[in-house]
Nanobody, 129 residues
């Protein structure tokens, strides 16, 4: 198993930036792919970004492509989501999640919640206009 804890959320003006961190413990971090999802009030949780075990391959939702960057530092057991040019519609609770490499084989699998067995508690990001 792996435990995940998000941090770095907060309040920011539109156009600003935040960096979310996902600290992990337990099983070796490099054994897992990393995903970021978000959920706004009254809406379904949606995929934001993901990366494979090494960080070499990345995936992004169209809504954040070019603005958000996912990365990981396996030596520090930590994943990151750098969020730039934030918009009010980015306001949501952001969750990091870890999925076993065996379940994250195809590119589409990284976009599906069901393929991530372990989840953090979430961190609130609020973007004002």
């Amino acid at each position: 198993q792996v435990q995940l804890v998000e941090s770095g959320g907060g309040w920011v003006q539109a156009g600003g930036s935040l960096r979310l961190s996902c600290g992990t413990s337990g099983d070796t971090f490099a054994e897992y792919g990393l995903g970021w999802f978000r959920q706004a009030p009254g809406k379904e949780r949606e995929f934001v970004a993901a990366t494979n075990w090494s960080g070499h391959t990345t995936y992004y939702a169209d809504s954040v492509k070019g603005r958000f960057t996912i990365s990981r530092d396996n030596a520090k057991n930590t994943g990151y989501l750098q969020m730039n040019s934030l918009k009010p519609e980015d306001t949501a609770v952001y969750y990091c999640a870890a999925g076993r490499r065996a379940t994250l084989v195809f590119s589409d699998s990284y976009r599906q919640e069901r393929n991530y067995a372990y989840w953090g508690q979430g961190t609130q990001v609020t973007v004002s206009s």
